[in-house]
C-alpha cells in the first residue's frame, strides 16, 4: 500500500504544461460535453406528463425511471469505468462514453411502455457512467490547482445549462411535435461532441508513460483508493453532504413542472396562450413551462455554480476553510426562497423564486468536486470521483425522485388531492437542506488536515 501510494504521489505531477488555449478549449469542450450529459438525463423531467399521461404511468413509476433505476446503474458502471480512466486513455473513456449515451436517448422515442422506456434510460445511465469521472480526473491534471474550483465549476455549469436546455428543448419540441421527437433529437448532438472529444483532446499522461507503466503494477486500486480516503474525514462529510443536496435538487426535478400544472393549471395556460403570442407560435403549457423553468433554473444554476466556484477560490486564499463557507450558508438560504415559491398564489412569482433558489443551490458544484479532487492523490483521482458520485447520485438521485414520488403517491391518496399532496411533498423534501449546511460547517474543521495539494 505504502509503495503504491508513493507511486500515486507522483504519477501525474510533472506533466508539461499546456498552452492557455487549449487548455481553455478543452475546458469548453468538456462543459459542453456535460451539458449534452445532462440535456440528455433531465429531458425527462420536462417530459413525465406527457409520458405518464400517454403510457399510464403513477408518480412512483417516473421516480424509478428519472432516479433510482438510472442512479443505481449510473454510479455502479461508474466504479470500473473510473478504474480504467486512472490508468487509460481519458479522453477516449470520455468521447465513446458520449456517442453512447446519446443513441440510448434517441432510441428512447420508440419505447412503447413503461419497462421499454426505463431499460432504454438504464442504457443512458450506463454510457454516462463513463463522462464526469475522467472528466474531474482530467481537469485536475490540466488546470492550476490554485484555479481548480474555478475550472470545475465552470465544467460543473453544464449540469444546470444542460436542464436549461433539455427544459427548453424538450418543452418546445414536445409542446410542437410530441415527447417522443424530443427524445429523439435530443440524441443528435452527444454525436458530434463524441467525435470531437475522441479526435482533439489529448491524454495529458502520454508524456509520462514509463511512469505510469511503472505505477500501474501495483497503482492504487479502489480498495487502496478507500483505505486512503478512510482517513480523510473530510471526503466523507463533503460527500454526503452532498448526497442530501442532490436527493433535494432531484426530488424536486421530475416534479416541477407537474408542481405548476398541478397548482396553477389556469394562469400557466393563460401564459402559455400569451407568449406565444409574442412569438408567434401555438405554445402549450407544457412547451411554457419548459421555456420558463429551463430558461429560470437553467440561468439561475449555471450563475450560482460559477459564483460558487469563483467566490470558494477567493475565500480559500488566505484560509482553506473558505471552501466550504459559501455551499454552507447557500444551502441554508435557500431553503425558505423554496418554501415560498411553492406557497405563493402567482405563477410568475413562484418561477421567480425558483430561479433564486436555483443560484443558491448550485453553490457547492465547484468547492465540493475540487476539494474532493485536492484530498486525492494522482492516480486515485477517476476512482475518488466515482466514490464521490456513486454516493451522491445512488443517493440522491436514486432515492430523490423516487421518495418524492411515494410521499406525493400517499398523500392523494390520503385525500389531500393530486395538487396539494405534491406540494406537501416538494416542501417537506426541501427541509431537508438543513443537514447539508451542518455537515459543511463541520466540513470547515477538518478540510486542513486532508488535502493533498
Not at 44 to 55: M, S, T, V
Not at 204 to 229: D, H, I, M, N, W
Not at 365 to 389: C, D, E, H, N, W
Request: glycine share 10%; net charge positive; proline share 4%.
Amino acid at each position: 500500500m505504502k509503495e503504491a501510494v508513493e507511486q500515486a504521489k507522483t504519477g501525474a505531477q510533472n506533466e508539461s504544461p499546456f498552452s492557455t488555449g487549449y487548455t481553455r478549449y478543452v475546458m469548453c469542450l468538456l462543459m459542453l460535453m456535460l451539458v449534452v450529459n445532462f440535456l440528455d438525463r433531465q429531458i425527462i423531467n420536462i417530459l413525465a406528463e406527457p409520458i405518464k399521461h400517454d403510457l399510464g404511468l403513477a408518480d412512483w413509476q417516473l421516480g424509478v425511471m428519472t432516479g433510482l433505476a438510472f442512479a443505481l446503474f449510473y454510479t455502479l458502471f461508474g466504479l470500473p469505468m473510473a478504474s480504467l480512466a486512472d490508468r487509460r486513455n481519458r479522453s477516449k473513456i470520455i468521447g465513446f462514453s458520449v456517442l453512447a449515451w446519446s443513441v440510448f436517448t434517441a432510441l428512447c422515442s420508440a419505447a412503447q411502455n413503461f419497462v421499454q422506456l426505463l431499460l432504454l434510460r438504464i442504457g443512458v445511465g450506463v454510457g454516462e457512467a463513463g463522462g464526469t469521472p475522467p472528466a474531474h480526473s482530467l481537469i485536475a491534471d490540466i488546470v492550476p490547482k490554485e484555479r481548480r474550483a474555478f475550472w470545475l465549476a465552470f465544467y460543473s455549469a453544464g449540469n444546470p445549462l444542460g436542464s436549461l436546455l433539455g427544459m427548453v428543448f424538450g418543452g418546445v419540441i414536445a409542446s410542437a411535435y410530441g415527447w417522443r421527437a424530443a427524445f429523439l433529437i435530443a440524441g443528435l448532438p452527444g454525436l458530434v461532441i463524441g467525435l470531437l472529444v475522441l479526435l482533439t483532446v489529448r491524454e495529458p499522461r502520454k508524456s509520462l508513460q514509463r511512469q505510469l507503466a511503472k505505477a500501474a503494477a501495483t497503482g492504487a486500486s479502489f480498495v487502496e483508493t478507500l483505505r486512503y480516503l478512510r482517513g480523510r474525514p473530510t471526503f466523507w462529510i463533503i460527500a454526503f453532504s452532498a448526497a442530501f443536496k442532490s436527493l433535494i435538487g432531484y426530488g424536486h426535478a421530475p416534479f416541477t413542472a407537474s408542481f405548476f400544472l398541478r397548482s396553477h393549471a389556469a394562469e400557466v395556460d393563460q401564459l402559455a396562450q400569451q407568449v406565444g403570442a409574442v412569438l408567434g407560435m401555438d405554445l402549450k403549457p407544457i412547451g411554457f413551462l419548459g421555456l420558463a423553468l429551463g430558461l429560470g433554473l437553467g440561468i439561475g444554476g449555471v450563475a450560482g455554480t460559477i459564483a460558487g466556484g469563483y467566490l470558494a477560490d477567493r475565500l480559500a486564499r488566505n484560509d482553506i476553510r473558505g471552501y466550504m463557507t459559501a455551499p454552507a450558508f447557500s444551502v441554508l438560504a435557500a431553503i425558505p426562497v423554496y418554501m415560498a415559491a411553492l406557497l405563493v398564489d402567482s405563477a410568475v412569482i413562484s418561477l421567480l423564486l425558483l430561479c433564486l433558489n436555483s443560484f443558491l443551490t448550485a453553490f457547492w458544484y465547484g468547492p465540493v468536486f475540487s476539494t474532493a479532487q485536492a484530498i486525492a492523490l494522482p492516480l486515485m483521482r477517476a476512482k475518488t470521483a466515482a466514490i464521490l458520485l456513486l454516493i451522491v447520485n445512488l443517493f440522491g438521485l436514486g432515492l430523490g425522485p423516487l421518495g418524492t414520488g411515494i410521499l406525493s403517491d400517499m398523500l392523494n391518496l390520503s385525500g389531500f388531492g393530486e395538487a396539494d399532496g405534491l406540494r406537501i411533498a416538494l416542501m417537506s423534501i426541501a427541509t431537508l437542506g438543513i443537514l447539508p449546511f451542518v455537515g459543511f460547517l463541520v466540513a470547515r474543521r477538518t478540510i486542513a488536515a486532508d488535502v493533498n495539494d
